[in-house]
């Protein structure tokens, strides 16, 4: 059994109230088609500043563990980290393998050494993380929180090569330098 955290893709379609930090409800399909919501503090569900402002839907996350993956069939519980259950108290989902990613602690480091050594091997990195098994969204998470840290650091060159590098995983790049087939929707 996997017991890493990964993360279940939510839409993010209401902000409810402003108790600290912020309050929002958010759904999700699951296999069989059932519509969940969960309503659940800011910060749990996106690393995104959201407010009653803040224009909606957007993409979000709930963390959680797969207990079983069977077929593109995953079996998936949101107890654990954050003890997330939905409106109806439910907290186990059969979900398709396509709504969950993961931080990939490796592919962060190998990405962030190549931009501070100033190598140009970040193409070649991600081509060796799909053929293992990467997947696309896990990539764009993964990369996103490299964009985060050096953007809270001002490290200018590096936030806009990520930028670029993240061009090559969501496929908005010519398509002879396509890493995935699909373009992924953020």
Known sequence: MDRKINYLEVDIVKYTHNDFPGWVLCKFVDFNGETHHVEEKVPIVSDKKIDENTLLPQKGYIRGTIINNENGTIYFSTLKPDGIETKSKENTFYINEKQIFEFDEQLF??????????????????IEYKNNGGKQKSAYFTLSKLYELYDKKNMETE????????????????????????????
């Open 109 to 126: 480091q190998r990405i962030k050494e190549t931009i501070e050594n100033n190598e140009n091997k970040y193409r070649k990195i991600l």
């Open 159 to 186: 936030y806009n090569l990520v930028l670029d590098i993240l061009d090559f995983v969501v496929g908005y790049c010519h398509k002879e330098h396509d890493i995935w087939e699909e373009y992924l929707e953020t």
